[in-house]
C-alpha cells in the first residue's frame, strides 16, 4: 500500500472515530439518568438530563429533563410533551417536574422522593425545560444576558434548543408534538409554537410535528386580565370598594409586566388589605409552620381531598441543592458559584419586552387547526378564572357546547365550554398550580386534551 493510500484509510478511520464520538446515542447515554438520591426502587421508565447549547457565542444552555413514559405503556408510540414554567424566571424543574406532574415528589426532609401516582407521564413521554438562561440550572457566559431577557429571545432560545435537542434523540422526530404550561407560560407557549408552525410552514414532514398546545392559569391579554383580577378580588371580598375603583382608575389596563407608578401603589394597598394569604390558592393556608399545622389538624388538610403541603417549594430548594444530585442530573456542570432556586429575581426584575395580547397568535394558529385548551384553577386570584374568560371571550368564536359540569366519579369537577378551534376548562378547588392541588382532576384533563375528547360528563 502506498503512502497516499495509507493516508486515506487512516483519514477515513479517523473521521468515523470523530463522528462515533458525537454520534446522537452516545450524547443520550451520557445524560441517562441512571439513579436519583432518595428514588424509590423499579420506577420502570427511562430518565435522561442535560444540557443542549442554544448559542455558542454566547455560551447559552439550558437544562432539560425528560421523564419517558413507563416501558410497560410503550413509550415508543406515546406523543412527546414539552413543559414550560412561567414567572418569568421560574424553574419547570422546581414545579413542573417536582411539585405537579412528574412522578415523583419530594418528601419534608428534602432528602428523598415518593411516587406521584397521577404523574403525566403515565400518558406521553414529558419534556422539562428551564427556561431562559439564568433560570434553575440553565445558565449563559454573557452576565449580560441574564438582565436582558425577553419574550422573543425566550421563544428564539426555545426554538434553538427543540431543534438541537430532537438531534440528540432522533427518535422523537416526526412524533406528535405538544406544548404545555401555566402562569407567565402563558406567554412562552403560544410564542413557541407560533415559531414552530412558521418553520414548519412548506415542509411536507416536519421533524418538529407540533399538533398543539395547552395553557393552565396562564397570562394572556393584560387588558383582559387586569379587569378579571380586578374583579375577582373584589368579587371574592378581598379588597375594598375603594381599592376596586382606584385599581381601575391607576392600572388603566396598560402593560401588566410593567405598570405605571401609579399601578404599582394602587397594588400595594390591595396587597395589604388582602393580608397574608396565599393568593395562589386563596383558600388553603400559606407556608408559615407546616409542622405545628400538621399537628393542629391531625395529619390531615380538611379543605383538600388529598393533604396539600403549602411547603413544596422548601423541599425543592433542599433537593436540587445536594452536590450528589446534581451530579446525577449532569446539572450545575459549571459550578456556579451562587445556590439553585425556584424562581430568578434577576431574570423577572430585569424582563425587557412583553407583548400586551397573546390573541393575536391564538386566532393565527386556531386558524390553522392546531388544537388550543386553556385550563384554570378557580381559587388562583394571581390569574384568576375570570381573567381567563375575559381573555377568551374576546375573542368571539362561536361556542360549540356550552357551560356545563364537566364529573370525576360523580362528583363535580369542575366546568368546561367548547369554543370553534378552544376548549376551556375550569377545575373546582385548584389554585395557580392545578397539578399540584388537583393531581387527579388535572391527569383527566390532560388525558382528555391528548384524545381531543370533551370532559367528561355525568352521563359518560
Known amino acids: 500500500m502506498g503512502c497516499f493510500q495509507l493516508f486515506i484509510v487512516l483519514l477515513i478511520s479517523i473521521s468515523v472515530e470523530i463522528c462515533f464520538a458525537i454520534s446522537p446515542i452516545e450524547d443520550q447515554e451520557r445524560d441517562k439518568i441512571i439513579h436519583l438520591p432518595g428514588q424509590p426502587k423499579n420506577v420502570g421508565f427511562a430518565q435522561y438530563s442535560g444540557y443542549v447549547t442554544v448559542n455558542e457565542q454566547a455560551g447559552r444552555a439550558l437544562f432539560y429533563w425528560l421523564i419517558e413514559s413507563p416501558e410497560s405503556r410503550g413509550p415508543q408510540s406515546r406523543p412527546l410533551v414539552l413543559w414550560l414554567n412561567g414567572g418569568p424566571g421560574c424553574s419547570s424543574i422546581a414545579y413542573g417536574a417536582a411539585e405537579e406532574i412528574g412522578p415523583f415528589r419530594i418528601n419534608s426532609d428534602g432528602n428523598s422522593l415518593y411516587m406521584n401516582p397521577y404523574a403525566w407521564n403515565n400518558l ?7 427556561s431562559p438562561a439564568g433560570v434553575g440550572f440553565s445558565y449563559s457566559n454573557e452576565t449580560s444576558d441574564l438582565n436582558t431577557a425577553g419574550d422573543q429571545r425566550t421563544a428564539e432560545d426555545s426554538y434553538t434548543f427543540l431543534v438541537n435537542w430532537f438531534e440528540r434523540f432522533p427518535q422523537y422526530k416526526y412524533r406528535d408534538f405538544y406544548i404545555a404550561g401555566e402562569s407567565y407560560a402563558g406567554h412562552y407557549v403560544p410564542q413557541l409554537a407560533q415559531l414552530v408552525y ?7 414532514k416536519p421533524i418538529i410535528n407540533l399538533k398543539g398546545f395547552m395553557v393552565g392559569n396562564a397570562v394572556t391579554d393584560d387588558y383582559n386580565d387586569y379587569v378579571g383580577t380586578f374583579e375577582y378580588w373584589w368579587t371574592h371580598g ?14 388603566d389596563f396598560g402593560s ?12 400595594r394597598v390591595a396587597d395589604l388589605e388582602q393580608g397574608n394569604i396565599d393568593p395562589y390558592s386563596i383558600y388553603t393556608r400559606p407556608c408559615n409552620n407546616t409542622a405545628s399545622l400538621r399537628r393542629s389538624l391531625g395529619g390531615r388538610y380538611p379543605w383538600m381531598s388529598r393533604a396539600y ?7 425543592s430548594t433542599l433537593y436540587f441543592n445536594h452536590p450528589e444530585v446534581q451530579k446525577a442530573l449532569h446539572a450545575n456542570v459549571t459550578n456556579i458559584p451562587y445556590s439553585w432556586q425556584t424562581c430568578s429575581d434577576t431574570v423577572a426584575n430585569y424582563w425587557t419586552d412583553s407583548p400586551l395580547s397573546m390573541l393575536p397568535i391564538y386566532r393565527e394558529l386556531i386558524g390553522a387547526g392546531l388544537k388550543i385548551w386553556v385550563y384554570s384553577g378557580d381559587t388562583d386570584s394571581v390569574v384568576p378564572i375570570t381573567a381567563t374568560r375575559y381573555s377568551i371571550d374576546a375573542l368571539k368564536f362561536p361556542s360549540i357546547t356550552n357551560w356545563y359540569p364537566w364529573y370525576d366519579d360523580g362528583k363535580v369537577g369542575g366546568w368546561s365550554q367548547v ?3 378552544l376548549t376551556l376548562v375550569t377545575v373546582r378547588g385548584a389554585g395557580h398550580e392545578v397539578p399540584l392541588h388537583r393531581p387527579r382532576q388535572s391527569f383527566i384533563l390532560f388525558r382528555s386534551f391528548l384524545e381531543n375528547k370533551p370532559m367528561p360528563s355525568i352521563q359518560q
Open 124 to 130: 406521553a413521554n414529558i419534556l422539562f425545560l428551564e
Open 419 to 421: 369554543y370553534e378551534g
Open 309 to 315: 403541603d403549602p411547603c413544596t417549594e422548601r423541599y
Open 198 to 204: 412558521h418553520k414548519n410552514k412548506g415542509v411536507q
Open 238 to 251: 378581598m379588597i375594598s370598594d375603594s381599592s376596586y375603583k382606584m385599581l381601575q382608575i391607576a392600572c
Open 256 to 267: 401588566s409586566q410593567h405598570p405605571s407608578i401609579q399601578c404599582m401603589e394602587a397594588l
